[in-house]
């Protein structure tokens, strides 16, 4: 093939330069631009902008895209789609400070307490998505998840790597707390997790049980003591009393017994007015 000669020498190195730097949505919109600057649409700065901004856009996209991959955020949702007027217990305002991420910078943990349905994954997720976008490396899991990667890996002589991987994203989220009982020895390997966190990386949990209720969930109540040692130091805990979400329209056929008792949550952690609670322990240098 002959080289086509009316191809300027300047622009054909220009697109060289793009293939060189690894710029391919530049790359496609050059003739683009080229022509718009031709008819006179835009200047050449403008133009130059425009084409930089393009390939910002593509990267971080693919950017959020792979790191939500790594922090297994694979099911997305966001603030923008949950429904606030849904939970009228629920401070909105609250939920659009943690969207700050400050929590994460300041290593804290954060509790979403209430009954099933009531958007607690929802919202963890939420958090874990915002994070994503604004640089933080996230890993999301359930409790039973982690437990059983933990326990395999202390069978195979590799817990300390495992506690480090965990140990490597600015955020932890740990999901469904108490939903299934922890056989005996992995509360221990939580609380191994956990004392390896505190202080150094942030965390969101989730749980349908109140603080009281986590002696049953662990097992051993010196195991519960110990993990809410660390993890309601510097704490931030929204309860959420609410009913389903996932139930709305179907309230009505679920037996007065399975309903969910906003007491049993209501009891352990007392909703005050005004001033978000502060929980036993809470630093109060933190806030
Ligand atoms: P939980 O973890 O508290 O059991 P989820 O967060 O899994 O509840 O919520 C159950 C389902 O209902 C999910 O699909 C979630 O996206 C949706 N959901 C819950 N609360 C809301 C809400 N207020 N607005 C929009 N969707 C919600
Ligand atoms: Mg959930």
């Given at each position: ?11 054909e190195r220009l697109r060289r330069h793009l293939v060189g730097l690894r710029m391919p949505r530049a790359l496609e919109?050059l ?24 390939e ?232």
């Amino acid at each position: 093939m002959r080289e086509d000669l009316s191809v300027p020498p300047t622009l054909e190195r220009l697109r060289r330069h793009l293939v060189g730097l690894r710029m391919p949505r530049a790359l496609e919109m050059l003739d683009h631009m080229m022509r718009q600057i031709e008819r006179g649409e835009v200047g050449a700065l403008e133009a130059l902008e425009a084409l930089l901004a393009e390939e910002l856009t593509l990267r971080e996209s693919r950017r959020i895209k792979a790191a939500l991959q790594m922090a297994r955020l694979s099911t997305v949702k966001t603030l923008a789609t949950f429904d606030f007027s849904f939970q009228p217990s629920l401070d909105r305002h609250r939920i659009l400070a943690l969207a700050q991420l400050d929590f994460i910078t300041r290593h804290e943990v954060v509790h979403l307490l209430g009954p099933p349905g009531t958007g607690k994954s929802h919202l963890a997720i939420a958090l874990g998505v915002e994070a994503v976008r604004a640089g933080h490396s996230v890993y999301f899991a359930t409790l039973a998840d982690i437990v059983a990667s933990l326990g395999r890996a202390e069978r195979e002589g590799s817990l300390r790597e495992r506690i480090r991987f965990l140990c490597r994203a600015s955020l932890l989220i740990v999901d469904e707390i108490g939903y299934l009982p922890i056989s005996s020895g992995s509360g221990n390997l939580f609380f191994q997790l956990v004392n390896a966190r505190h202080e150094r990386g942030a965390m969101i949990l989730t749980s349908n049980r109140g603080f009281a209720e986590w002696g049953e969930v662990f097992g051993e109540p010196v195991v519960a003591t110990a993990l809410l040692d660390r993890l309601l130091h510097h704490a931030v805990v929204v309860s959420i009393e609410g009913s389903s979400y996932r139930l709305r329209q179907h309230a009505d056929l679920v037996p007065e017994s399975l309903r969910p008792a906003a007491s049993t949550l209501a009891q352990a952690q007392p909703r005050r007015r005004g001033r978000p609670p502060k929980p036993r322990g809470a630093d109060p240098s933190n806030g």
